[in-house]
DNA sequence: GATTCATATTCCTGGAAAGGAATATGAATG
DNA sequence: CATTCATATTCCTTTCCAGGAATATGAATC
């Protein structure tokens, strides 16, 4: 993977607040609208934007796309997401982001990473 | 300083580059024209770009301008350019930029951090 | 004070991308 | 098979930025 792919998608605010949240495991797109309280076709775009450049995959499972990291990130992606969970560790639009995350799943937030609960 | 700032800065090729030898120390446009082998307007713009969100310092030095990265650089951009630096370790373009900075100032290569050398 | 030298700025053009509104897709369900 | 639901795509407008050519600035030097 291209070192300047990943800070092009690095650039956005919102993109970096997907990938943050996806730090925690896959989630859905009805998850990510309501965790950062965005328009579908924001996120939507913004995820096909990080699609079309490798950070994350999809896997289609009924009506929902669930979205995650790839299985094995390359290096320069795993230390630039490393360090931006590192920037963003006080940042309250971040943390925000997370504990929404964790009311929405509460359930997971015990057993290890998250997961999309859309078929719960 | 805020993160979206930084890496609106690196999602360029050019202003990666830059940071990456400015790294080394401070230095001048002449030297970094040479280093990266490109032309003196796109240098100047990038530089001037860098400039206007912080993230590096100039003084006048004579007819020279010295670009360096802050003194105290906030936690987030010390983050991002050790991160970087790891990223590109085996790189040829940024690895070739090191050597010919180190050919640039030969003398300065042993006696620590890079420093401009137009005034010798 | 005219010239030279190092660098910055302006003016242009083309392309990318963000955001929203509207519409399309494709799976599930009645 | 018509509808609903989750999501994607298209179309549009606006803004930003990259790159190059030409020109401006400001310090030094003759």
């Known amino acids: 993977m291209e070192l300047l792919r990943i800070y092009e998608c690095l650039c956005d605010l919102t ?45 289609r499972v009924g009506n929902w796309m669930v979205y995650e990291l790839p299985a094995k990130p390359p290096a320069e992606l795993r230390a630039n997401l490393a360090c931006l969970q590192d920037c963003v560790r006080e940042n309250p639009v971040f943390q925000r982001d997370l504990s929404r995350l964790r009311k929405l799943a509460p359930q997971l937030a015990a057993s290890g990473p998250a997961r999309c609960g859309c078929r719960d």
């Open 15 to 59: 993109r970096l607040r997907l990938l943050h949240v996806l730090g925690e495991g896959p989630l859905c797109v009805c998850h990510f609208q309501e965790i950062l309280d965005e328009p579908q076709v924001k996120i939507s775009k913004h995820l096909a934007y990080l699609r079309a450049r490798g950070l994350v995959e999809v896997e």
